[in-house]
């Protein structure tokens, strides 16, 4: 029994009209949907350029090529690379290769001074002090009590604290913050 009884397609007018604009609609969502997935991978990307860095010496590419990393199951790590090509390794191994090349690879200008500068804004909360503004080619301040200037801290170039109550006066070097933060005269406040 036919259920079409005047024929069996559809009329051409709605065939064409209707597929054209169902796929001119379908091609604009997924470029939409392309795009948003795009953006979102650009402000949440998981790895700093130290990572990529890392990365990029295990696997022997360069370092902008990597685009992400994740771990499948618990086993399998994989790395996303630019050009869309994925390689797999072995969890285990990829670990141990990590842990190998961080100790070899030396820290970046920035990466010292990012993690000096975190260092520093710790040290601050915990004695309750305030600094200025952060000389960062020497890494070096001023710091402040109750908006007082109690004297100037700073790294040196072999990653010794030091720290001196005067700007011309002499620096005493200490093996960390704290110690040289002790050197002038600042002791961490006791809660009443």
Not at 101 to 121: G, I, M, Q, W, Y
Not at 165 to 170: E, K, P, R, T
Request: proline residues 4%; contains cysteine; hydrophobic residues 35%.
């Amino acid at each position: 029994m036919n259920y079409f009884p005047y024929t069996q397609q559809a009329p051409k007018s709605f065939n064409s009209n209707t597929i054209d604009e169902q796929t001119s609609a379908q091609a604009e969502f997924y470029n939409h949907l392309e795009a948003q997935a795009k953006e979102a991978t650009q402000t949440t990307d998981p790895l700093t350029s130290r990572d990529r860095r890392i990365i990029a010496e295990i696997i022997e590419v360069e370092a902008e090529s990597i685009r992400t990393i994740w771990i499948e199951a618990g086993i399998t790590v994989w790395v996303q690379l630019s050009n869309g090509g994925r390689l797999p390794f072995d969890r285990n191994w990829f670990s141990k290769r990590v842990a190998e090349v961080k100790a070899t690879l030396p820290e970046t200008p920035r990466e010292r001074n990012d993690r000096l500068s975190e260092e520093l804004e710790t040290a601050c909360q915990k004695y309750g002090l305030t600094h200025g503004e952060i000389d960062w080619l020497s890494f070096s301040t001023t710091l402040y009590f109750n908006r007082q200037r109690v004297g100037f801290l700073g790294c040196n170039l072999e990653g010794k604290w030091y720290s001196r109550c005067s700007q011309l006066g002499g620096s005493r070097t200490a093996i960390d913050i704290d110690v040289a933060i002790a050197l002038l005269g600042i002791r961490q406040p006791v809660a009443a």
